[in-house]
């Protein structure tokens, strides 16, 4: 088995390359900044790394920030027949976006703080006038923590206003939890959750460990583990990072599709760059071999097709050429240049062999 692994390159992604050493054939990482998609009607979409069509991997992890939410949409959806990739295209537009997150998680009944969003600098300042002290102010788009603030009054919210309006995105305005400025990140892979505790550093409202948060150990809590499942199976996503704040019920503050291990590792003491690759390589299998029944299925039909038996197909018509599947050209014994005589009816074509011989 072929895995690729398109990512930034950074040290979790490393990690889970060398783990998966042990499991496949060949691991190959893939810088997703010399990434393309090509999208065209004759040729469909193709996928292309460093000016070359991308090779045939039988799984592929993607990794990475926001900043390449539509290409890695793009390279998901391209892949996604073609080998076992562990998120759904579409969770790429939706988890990169924290509102949009939110939406989805609140449409399928799942606990999130109460959440204003405002795309122009007065609209939010017509809430923050309404709201109820203190809150959360964020951007939509944004990793480790960035662009997360908390306002104890009005005054502190217009000041924030204006240093988040340098970021130039809408804004989130949410309700504030009190977790003692804690929260839960329960990592997701296939239906397992690791999880641990982030503590903020000192005066610090954010807990990323990339703000200078601390990862503790945590006893799992029922409802937060299937808190964490729920929300990534909503967004279709085997592996994922789901942040929980623990109040009078779970609720979910983000979901990050492209989770740094380091700091779960160290707080668990477990492994987890290798339960990663371990997860790629049993589902990367399990795909394996549902290709090759659906090959050998596709196969064995096509092989039982006899002379003169009607065939239910979709008409792939480019550029004025008709292609026809590989099993009607072997069965009618017809190759590339044969002669043939075409009759033409309203809603009808007949391709019959010429009786014309090409030396006459």
Not at 249 to 256: Q, R, Y
């Amino acid at each position: 088995m072929k895995l690729g692994i398109i990512s930034l390159g950074g040290p979790s992604s490393t990690k889970i390359a060398k783990e998966a050493k042990k499991h496949f054939t060949s691991v190959e990482q893939i810088d997703i900044r010399t990434m393309e998609v090509h999208a065209s009607s004759s040729d469909g979409l193709q996928v292309f790394s460093s000016g070359k069509e991308l090779k045939n991997f039988d799984g592929v992890y993607l990794r990475g920030s926001y900043k390449y939410t539509l290409l890695q949409r793009g390279i998901s959806k391209a892949l996604w027949e073609k080998a076992y990739v562990p998120v759904k295209p579409s969770a790429y537009s939706i988890a990169h976006n924290k509102f949009l997150t939110l939406l989805e998680l609140q449409k399928h009944g799942i606990h999130i703080p109460k959440t204003y969003f405002a795309s122009t600098t007065p609209a939010a300042k017509k809430i923050l006038e309404d709201v109820t002290y203190p809150i959360i102010m964020k951007i939509p788009h944004g990793t480790q923590g960035k662009g997360v603030m908390l306002a104890d009054s009005l005054m502190a919210a217009k000041t924030m206003l204006d240093a988040l309006e340098t970021f130039k995105q809408p804004y989130i305005i949410q309700e504030y939890i009190d977790t003692d400025y804690t929260d839960v990140r329960a990592l997701v892979i296939g239906n397992k959750v690791i999880a641990m505790r982030r503590r903020a550093a000192h005066q610090e409202v954010r807990a990323n460990i990339h703000a200078g948060g601390v990862g503790e150990v945590y006893d799992l809590d029922p409802a937060v583990e299937q808190t964490a499942l729920k929300s990534a199976k909503v967004l279709g996503a085997d592996i994922c990072a789901v942040d929980i704040l623990e109040g009078r019920k779970p609720a979910v503050i983000e979901v990050n599709l492209s989770p740094g291990l380091e700091g779960i590792s160290k707080a668990t003491k477990k492994n987890i760059p290798q339960m990663v690759a371990t997860f790629l390589a049993e589902k990367t299998k399990e795909f394996v071999h549902e290709r090759a029944a659906k090959t050998k299925n596709k196969l064995v039909k096509e092989a039982s097709l006899k002379p003169g038996q009607e065939i239910l197909s979709v008409l792939d018509v480019r550029n004025g050429l008709i292609r026809l599947p590989k099993f009607v050209t072997d069965l009618s014994g017809l190759t590339m240049n044969d002669e043939v005589t075409l009759v033409v009816h309203k809603g009808k074509i007949e391709i019959r062999e010429s009786k014309i011989k090409k030396d006459e």
